[in-house]
């Protein structure tokens, strides 16, 4: 008997659906931020296709951004609001109490405010904004519009609000939401006029020059550096020369890297291990050892010999006082 009525409750837990909680609208929302969807937004030969909205399709909305927050409540002409017949809402809003409502939504062509509609339901939120449950329109062109009374009270401008339009201010860009100011990559245009490196600031940039040139006047231009007078001819130690010849020279024990200019201590590299030969008159006094404290440098009189394994031992040279 135990055993029968056990199956019968792991049957019954089994099978029994576990429905998913319903979500708050007022949160979970699709938002449409499209500046084409404005009522001042009026369709033009120059922008080609008039827009349709057939992806809406019985999500919940909300308008937000440069296309307004609330759906217009007044009959808009054709042609505006990005399409042929802009869709608007024939009744007030509701009250956040009144929870979510049905509505009338009108597409007005050809003179007629109200030629084609359907019915919709909306949401006053606690925020102070509305979400609309928008049905896919029946045919094209049919968009559903926005609306804000000024634009400037309304949004959000990053930058400076004036004519109804975000303006922004030099080194920056107005972003795809017509909103928000983004930094301007002044390098990516004919590389920000700099003949050699561009490197992008935030809101300006800078023109950069390679080891051995050195920026000019119009703070673009790289021009060679002429001889050791001008910023010691780009040497990291010395500089031996006159004029355009001119050459760069290490002290004992360092050698010219590849680009001619920068002293380095000489090291060979191997697949496996890395040697280094430190001029003993340069670390003075100093013990010399990596990270791992049991590779050491080792002395023949002139320079400190360092030999280590990439796999034993660390790679970052430590010096201590004796």
């Known amino acids: ?29 699709i938002s449409l931020n499209e500046p084409w969807r404005n009522t001042d937004h009026q369709l033009k030969e120059e922008e080609g296709q008039p827009t349709c909205d057939s992806n809406v399709d019985g999500e919940w909305y909300r308008f937000t951004g440069m296309a307004g927050d609330a759906m217009p409540t007044f009959c808009i002409p054709e042609n505006h609001c990005g399409t042929h017949a802009p869709i608007w809402l024939n009744g007030n809003h509701p009250q956040e109490a009144d929870g979510i409502v049905q509505r009338q939504a009108c597409a007005s062509f050809n003179g007629n405010c109200c030629l084609w509609n359907n019915t919709v339901e909306v949401k006053a939120c606690p925020g102070g904004y509305y979400v609309y449950r928008l049905t896919k329109p029946s045919v094209c062109f049919h968009a559903y519009c926005g609306h804000f009374y000024d634009i400037c009270d309304v949004v959000d ?8 339009e975000c303006t922004c201010s030099e080194g920056t860009v107005l972003g795809p ?25 935030k809101n300006s940039y800078r023109c950069e020059c390679g080891v051995g040139r050195v920026l000019g006047s119009d703070g673009k231009t790289c021009e060679d550096i002429e001889g050791c007078q001008n910023k010691n001819g780009g040497c990291s130690h010395f500089c031996r ?3 355009n010849t001119y050459q760069c020279e290490c002290p004992r024990g360092l050698v010219l890297s590849e680009d001619n200019h920068t002293c380095q201590v000489p090291m060979r590299c191997q697949s496996n291990a890395i040697e280094v030969n430190i001029p003993k008159d340069l670390v003075g006094g100093l013990e010399v050892f990596l990270t791992n404290t049991s590779c050491r440098g080792v002395s023949n009189g002139t320079h400190i010999n360092i030999y280590f394994s990439l796999k034993t031992c660390g790679t970052v040279v430590d010096l201590r006082v004796r």
């Open 157 to 164: 401008c990053h930058g400076t609000c004036s004519n109804s």
């Open 241 to 243: 020369g006159y004029g």
């Open 1 to 29: 008997m135990f055993q029968v009525l056990l199956w019968a409750f792991c049957l019954f837990a089994r099978f029994t659906p576990v429905l998913p909680m319903a979500l708050d609208p007022c949160s979970a929302y």
């Open 177 to 201: 939401d017509q909103q928000t100011c983004l930094d301007e990559n002044e390098c990516e245009k004919n590389n920000g006029g700099c003949s050699e490196i561009c490197v992008n600031l």
